[in-house]
């Protein structure tokens, strides 16, 4: 099968800005899904976007799938909403006319509630793009909350590889890539709250390390790195990264979780 896949938005156009950022994590899984589909035997067609307007990535996705004539055009989101209780998996499709689509929708849905998301279902639409603009079948699959504490701390646990090999498996609707990739950390090192952040509306290039109990401003790039390595080796996986804003501002809230500071705080 010819699938036409997209991690949505572009670098230069982002998409949701929760304690995740929806576009960079959504290109990590496209990586990531793009190659377990690929070694099942499926040809992936690339139509990711770097445009600098929404109009225009949109547009390019779909222009790229139906010009290669894909058979399946999957573009993956995060959602967003200003309830941090909100959460789940959902996925869109253009309407019902399709068995196919609605049982492969269904399934994918089915795959992340057995990974501990919550199934939000299939629903249909008319006026997205990637819908009404593809010449086949699509589906726009939004695997999880990007502003959950709850959805966000579970795709960190389980990681990009596992999220990728969910959407995979409920696509073919069979066991696809390698095994199961356990929901429970095995890796060496012990589970940590280590973390990057970044507030981006004050200095989106200024990067924080938290250590599980404090927060240090990094001075060199290659502090950043080092720390990565270390941890990586230890752990099997990269330091997860925040992008945050002042607006809202989840490293005053961290802060004050350890030590009942001041929200309004900023690291000097």
């Not at 894909?70 to 995060?78: E, F, K, Q």
């Not at 095994?179 to 973390?195: A, Q, S, Y």
């Not at 401003?217 to 752990?235: F, T």
Request: aromatic share 10%; hydrophobic share 40%; glycine share 8%.
């Amino acid at each position: 099968m010819k699938i036409g896949l997209r991690g949505g938005h572009s670098p230069n156009c982002k998409g949701a800005m929760g304690i995740i950022d929806e576009q960079a994590e959504v290109r990590k899984i496209y990586h990531a899904l793009k190659t377990i589909l690929e070694s099942a035997g499926h040809i992936v067609i690339d139509c990711n976007s770097d445009a600098r307007y929404a109009t225009a990535e949109l547009k390019e996705g779909t222009d790229k799938a139906n010009a290669a004539g894909c058979d399946v055009y999957m573009s993956i989101h995060m959602n967003a909403a200003s309830n941090p209780a909100a959460g789940g998996t959902e996925i869109f499709l253009y309407d019902t006319c399709n068995l196919m689509m609605n049982q492969t929708a269904g399934n994918i849905c089915n795959k992340f509630a057995q990974a501990g998301f919550a199934n939000r279902g299939v629903k249909f639409s008319t006026g997205y793009h990637d819908l009404s603009a593809s010449a086949m079948p699509a589906m726009i699959v939004e695997t999880l909350f990007c502003t959950s504490v709850e959805d966000t701390g579970r795709y960190f646990r389980i990681g990009v590889d596992r999220i990728a090999q969910v959407i995979a498996e409920g696509f073919t609707g069979k066991a696809i890539g390698a095994p199961d990739i356990p929901i429970l950390n095995t890796c060496k090192g012990e589970i940590t709250m280590v973390c990057f952040y970044r507030i981006t509306d004050l200095d989106k290039d200024k990067i924080y390390y938290f250590d599980g109990h404090h927060s240090y401003p990094l001075m060199h790039p290659d502090e950043r790195k080092v720390l990565n390595e270390i941890y990586k080796a230890n752990n099997g996986k990269d330091i997860p990264e925040f992008f945050w804003t002042s607006k809202a501002p989840w490293f005053a809230r961290l802060k004050g979780a350890l030590d009942e500071t001041a929200s309004n705080f900023f690291v000097r």
